[in-house]
């Protein structure tokens, strides 16, 4: 998925110390739906853990990303999906318009 963090709370650590980092990405694009282009637009909270929150810590509100993960309950109570993050692509910041995130 890609957007615009639009919001990033403070670098947090779980009880065993790794970092976590809670968000909200602004999404924007076009898609085709039954043969027509349709404008789309959401806000999906977004956590990332480990290295990759530290990442996403590092990014400014209004930064471009392309985001990898899966979508997982809130919580056992809250069944409202939040995506969770496992790579970050900074869109904007190089030549070639992309830096990756570093693996380990």
Known sequence: MSGVLLERKALRFTPAGVPVTECLLG??????????????????????LGATAQWLQAASPG?????????AAR?????????????????EGNQDGKVLQEEG
Do not use: D, M, Y
């Open 75 to 91: 919580s056992r109570n809250s069944k409202q999906p939040r995506l969770h993050v496992t790579k970050i692509e900074f869109v």
């Open 27 to 48: 999404h924007q694009s076009e898609q085709l739906e039954a043969g027509s282009p349709r404008q789309v637009e959401c806000e999906i909270q977004v956590i990332a």
């Open 63 to 71: 930064a471009r990303l392309q985001v990898t993960g899966f979508l």
